[in-house]
């Protein structure tokens, strides 16, 4: 990460990172209030990035997201990895190694980008709803347009300062058919292991910071108890396609890992 930092602060203005602001103005809305000059520091920081992944042969990558990068370079990494998963490199949050490989293993199943999202809360009284979400790093299509609003991080801005945190991507999810997955390590006993099933996007009404989906996912609450039970991360990969069949023939019968699917 210091490398990183270090190679966009050093970065000069020049006609690739005026193209890449015009290409930010393209992705998203920009928040109003957002002064220019974090549109520069987020096109050297995006430029960076995609450099770095492009020199290293990357398919994927995870990114130290917070809180570093935002108190020594002054923007979330949010947006470039929103960029490159809408162009299927796809990079998870908090370096959640398993959980790149999983947003992978979803594209390469799909075609489809993949996002990055928490489990996070129960929706209303139907125990087979949640409230899915992140700061958030979801590529343009899970939005389903380009309207979407790229402003400050929401919570994470109450502690480290709105003006260090630009470039989360804010909108409710598309409805639509989903497949969801987490790939984890059982270090105890060796093993690759994941959990992997299909659910849906709703358009139920929800007003909160970030990236946001409301899931319906059967037996919703039997998958909770499993992936408490056998200590999979709170973390999930989600992408707009049903593929779960896939997944569980390509990486239980040909890797031969541990997967779970649920219904």
């Not at 005026?18 to 987020?42: F, P, R, W």
């Amino acid at each position: 990460m210091s490398e990183i930092i270090f190679a966009a602060q050093s970065m000069a203005v020049n006609t690739e990172v005026e193209a890449k602001i015009a290409d930010i103005k393209a992705y998203g809305k920009i928040a109003s209030g957002i002064d220019e000059s974090k549109l520069v520091l987020q096109a050297k920081l995006i430029l960076t990035i995609e450099k770095w992944v492009a020199d290293h042969d990357c398919d994927a990558s995870a990114i130290q997201c917070w809180d570093s990068i935002q108190n020594n370079y002054g923007v979330a990494t949010c947006l470039a990895m929103s960029m490159m998963g809408e162009k299927g490199l796809p990079s998870a949050c908090e370096m959640d190694i398993t959980g790149a490989l999983t947003m992978y293993a979803l594209y390469l199943a799909s075609g489809n980008p993949s996002a990055y999202f928490d489990w996070n809360n129960n929706f209303a009284n139907d125990r087979n709803k949640c409230v899915s979400l992140h700061c958030s790093n979801f590529p343009a299509s899970f939005f389903g347009h380009h309207d979407f609003e790229i402003g400050n991080l929401g919570v994470l801005g109450t502690t480290l300062g709105s003006d260090h945190c630009f470039g989360a991507c804010k909108a409710q999810i598309k409805e639509g058919p989903m497949t969801y997955a987490k790939i984890t390590t059982d270090d105890k006993n060796g093993k690759v292991k994941l959990y992997i099933g299909e659910g849906e996007f709703l358009k139920d009404p929800i007003e909160t910071e970030g990236g946001v989906a409301v899931c319906s996912v059967p037996d919703l609450q039997g998958l909770m108890g499993y992936i408490c039970r056998n200590g999979f991360e709170h973390h999930v990969a989600m992408n707009r396609a049903n593929v779960a069949g896939v997944l569980e023939e390509a990486l239980g019968n040909y890797l031969g890992w541990d997967v779970y699917r649920h219904s």
